[in-house]
């Protein structure tokens, strides 16, 4: 999920974006180094297939929906900073034009979505090298890891609370765990893996 | 690999409006009312959060709108790493 504008405690806010600031600054090395004319048509492709996939919102039992990201698609594609930094381009551009996301929460939103993701999926595919279903399995975890990730970020804004009445998100951890990784094992991770097993498939095929 | 890519997006695009069938947001992705109607009020957070966005939520759920949603989004995106290349190949 995206997290909105005001469900994060300032506190929570702040650390994000200094935890964030540096791995943005480094990515966008990274990316600056592996762009060019050559490269341009294909992380400009995936860039536009991750906000293009966003966009298939897909309804599951108890009344929420949800959709896949990309992100370790174009991780095990290309490496995982150029992905980072991809995928958190594509964060921004939702958040600012869409209002999809919040701007005080792009940094946990990219931490989630964008690095935990492209970095979990590159290494869980490394680690179980060129087998069958690499791709499904990676794509499956990363979507679970990052869910882990965003569920514990909401779970513990109760924290911040004015006599017991919490002032941001309001459900603990033994709400947002379930909630969002539960539905993250049984359906978006399956939606974000068959995504990168078919089409990491269909693009690295010889013809 | 590219011309894959493209044949892959051109699928995708033509069944763009297949994303609008879900009438449910995400988890947590919830209107302030909601928060009024499970708790009883709305956290301060999020009541005083003002969010301001050019084309809100892809446009609402109209098609055309969400076909442009898509087209600018993706344009957009697309543009930001295109001149990139082009302010780096001006600064070597």
Same mark, same amino acid.
């Given at each position: 999920? /995206?997290?909105?504008? @005001?469900?994060?405690?300032? #506190?929570?806010? %702040? ?9 943005? %600054?480094? @990515? ?35 009344? #929420? ?6 992100? #370790?698609?174009?991780?095990?594609? +290309? ?9 958190? *381009? ?7 034009? +869409? ?27 490394? +680690?179980?090298?060129?087998?069958? +279903? ?13 869910? *882990? ?5 909401? @779970? ?16 603990? *951890? ?7 990784? @539960?539905? /993250? ?10 995504? #990168? ?11 | ?92």
């Amino acid at each position: 999920m /995206h997290i909105p504008d @005001g469900y994060l405690s300032t #506190t929570t806010v %702040i650390a994000s974006y200094t935890l964030t600031i540096p791995l943005w %600054i480094y @990515g966008f090395k990274k990316l600056k180094e592996n762009l060019n004319e050559e490269t341009l048509p294909l992380i400009g492709g995936l860039s536009a297939l991750s906000f293009i996939i966003m966009m298939f919102n897909i309804p599951i039992p108890g009344g #929420t929906s949800g959709h896949a990201v990309g992100a #370790t698609l174009i991780a095990i594609l +290309f490496n995982p900073w150029i992905s980072f930094i991809s995928v958190s *381009l594509v964060l921004l551009i939702q958040s600012v034009i +869409f209002g999809d996301g919040g701007i005080s929460t792009l940094a946990v939103n990219s931490l989630g979505m964008a690095f935990i993701s492209s970095f979990s999926g590159y290494y869980i595919f490394q +680690f179980l090298k060129n087998k069958k +279903f690499s791709p499904f399995i990676a794509g499956w975890s990363s979507a679970v890891i990052s869910s *882990l990730f965003i569920a514990i970020i909401l @779970g513990i804004q109760p924290y911040w609370n004015e006599a017991g009445k919490p002032l941001y998100f309001p459900f603990d *951890l033994y709400t947002t765990i379930p909630a969002l990784v @539960g539905s /993250h094992i049984l359906f978006f991770g399956i939606v974000e893996g068959i995504f #990168t097993q078919l089409i990491y498939k269909y693009l690295k095929e010889k013809k | 690999m590219k011309k894959r890519l493209y044949i892959i997006l051109s699928i995708l695009f033509v069944f763009l409006p297949l994303g609008l069938i879900s009438e449910y947001s995400a988890w947590g992705e919830w209107e302030p009312e909601t928060y009024k109607k499970l708790l009883g009020f709305i956290p301060e957070g999020i009541q005083n959060a003002h969010s301001f966005s050019i084309i809100p939520d892809y446009g609402e759920g109209n098609v055309i709108m969400y076909y442009l949603s898509a087209i600018i989004g993706a344009g957009i995106i697309y543009s930001i790493l295109y001149f990139m290349v082009k302010i780096k190949n001006e600064t070597n």
